[in-house]
């Protein structure tokens, strides 16, 4: 195995930043090497270290995370920028959309961080997305809306089951209740999920802003 | 000329052309009155009385109608004022209770003002301490939870998941009571995103399409203008989620001239606009706040409500 992802993490809480850290430690694949208690500090560590991850909280003093995330884009326009991801308290398909656009790979809920948090970086360090499931329902209708006004749409051929839960996804049912709808589980329903975003063309970054952009759920 | 010289005028001009008629004219009294001369007067003063009413409606009729309308008068209608009568009398009445209106829903708007500018800061300010306190605090122990179970014994691990589970919904409850307080959208990402996110929760809520035009490139508006616009929109969704039976709703921001104009249009089946409920009313109180003009017009066919501000609004 090679050596474990360098991970930045920049929250303004200290023990929130402790407990994220705790998490993505015990991962053999990740270790975060570096702590920012706020947006400007971690511009500034970004420039001083070689990163493969920043995490950034969006709600911090003296710069946002998303400011953040838009000066590391920007600065870093030749050579890689470390990807990014954001993590915040906010239940919002508008906050997935803006961490896009600011060049971010995806955005955990706090309150899903304990499940979602490990399988994001590790999708985020292989160049994919990580779709914050709310923004999946605006996502995925806009494909229906196209799809049903007769307009020319990614070439795909879902499974049967994949289109039932496509349809639940658009209605904006979550995992769970899809999962009940269709007695299968929770993780079967996350498989299927990642095979429509796959087979729509919304795997990886470039891939999904590209998308979001066309559906007119991002300004170019 | 003021109401009393104009009736004591009307009433002795009347009086001297009677005087002058008895007078000058072939009419005489006796002492003892024959009948023919109690006709000819009895003629005269009826001439007199209803010449009299007549002259004297013409004055203050005008004042009566007046009083009649002041009881029909919404202060919250900008537009809703008496007429200017032609009259002297009545001009005069209708426009010292025009100013009254105006100045009493000037004080009305401006302490509305600081209530809803009161109440706005505390939604505020609680939902901050949700977010940045309880939040993180119930974050740490999420978190640490996790961490837990990972390391505990097998029979203490599912009681950590349960209560990791519960940790959770409590998150998830705190989010969203934070949220209904106060959209952090709308200052963390500014009104076009907060508008998106709107439309968005409306197609989730209702099964009408919904469509979203925001101009690019708006100017810039003050943080309770823009805070105006997001509730007045919020409040036009909700109805015609609620009320109106829509197929299709359009949401659009645009610019026209010097202002920016919001309108909420749903194809849905309409309302009777002159009864206002708490939330048009809302909307109205609002619109003030921002020196805005709001205008719904509802027929069977839908409904519109639109709401313009001036850009150079502070
Ligand atoms: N878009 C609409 N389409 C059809 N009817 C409407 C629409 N908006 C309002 N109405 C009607 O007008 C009434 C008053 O609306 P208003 O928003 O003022 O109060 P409300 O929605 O009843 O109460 P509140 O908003 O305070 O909960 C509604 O009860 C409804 O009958
Ligand atoms: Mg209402």
Redesign the pocket.
Known sequence: MSTPARILLADDHALVRRGVRLILDQEPDLTVVAEAADGAEAVQLVRSLDLDLVVLDIAMPRMTGLQAAREITRRTSHGDPPRMLMLSMHDNEQYFFESLKVGASGYVLKSAADEDLVGACRAALRGEAFVYPGAMSPLVRDYLDRMRRGERVPETVLTEREDEVLKLIAEGSSSKEIAAALTISVKTVERHRANILAKLGMRDRTQLTRYAIRAGLIEP | MGLFWKVGLINGAVLVAAAALLVLGPFSVSRRPVMSEVVVLGVGLLAMLVVNALLLRSSLGPVDRVVREMATVDPLHPTDRLATPRSAPGRQLVAGFNAMVDRLQDERSASNAKALAAQEAERHRIAQELHDEVGQRLTVVLLGLKRAEQRAPAELAADLALLRETTREGLDDVRRVARQLRPGVLEDLGLASALASLTTDFAQHSGAQVRRVVTPGLPPLPPDTELVLYRVAQ??L???A?????TSVELSLTRVGDRVALVVA?D??????R?????????RERARLASGELT?T?DPS??T?RLEVPVTAS
């Open positions: 409040e036009a909700t109805n015609a609620r009320h109106a039976g829509a749903d849905g089946h309409g309302f009777d606009v009864r206002e409920g708490a939330g048009l009313r809302g909307m719904v509802s839908g409904t409500v």
